[in-house]
């Protein structure tokens, strides 16, 4: 299980620019449907990238999936050589993007996302349509009864009495 | 209009299966409260899925 809580406090008290994505954006929205980790797009400038690994530091972030033991350490350096991360943490898996198909860079999505108040901190966080137009550009099969449930979420905005 | 396409039909037919009932109840709940269900959902998964593991070991 994700600590949702504790990781998007240390983002937020770290300073760092990002953005919620993903199934935590969609829960945000009002999905019911279970996500196991907490995706975000995060700013690539070098001051965010620096948050962004201290933010991480103290939760042992690790690249998910691969053998233990290898030298992985996320600094500035590494997610300045690289641009989506699976990893996991000891609060439990987050994917840390560079971009998203159908939305692009942080830069891109962040005029039209929103903020949203969470766990006493304030975070940015996909718009609904923003994110239906996200899973839809990604077309994944698994992708498409999300897609199907925040299209009926958005329904349920514009006619919330039908 | 443009024209539906086959995502568009998969999506429709998603949607008939959807109870609207929960995204309802779901949307009268704060964003945080969606969060802490959420962790609660997640949790509740995690100790199934290792009641089932333990269920397995003692299957002859």
Redesign the interface.
Known sequence: MTAFDTLLVALTRHGVAFIVVGGAAAIAHGSARLTQDLDIVYERSSANLERLAAALAPFSPYLRGAAPGLPFFLDRMTLQNGLNFTLTTTLGPIDLLGEIPGGGTYTDLVHQAVEIELFGTRCVCLSLPQLIQAKRAAGRPRDLEALAELELIQEEYDNPHS | MPPRSS?DE???V??KD???T???E??K?T??E???N??A???F??ELRCAGRKARKREP
């Open positions: 995502l998969v999506v429709e998603y949607k959807i109870d609207r929960l995204i309802r779901n949307l709940l964003v945080e969606r969060f802490r959420a962790m959902l997640a949790q998964a995690d």
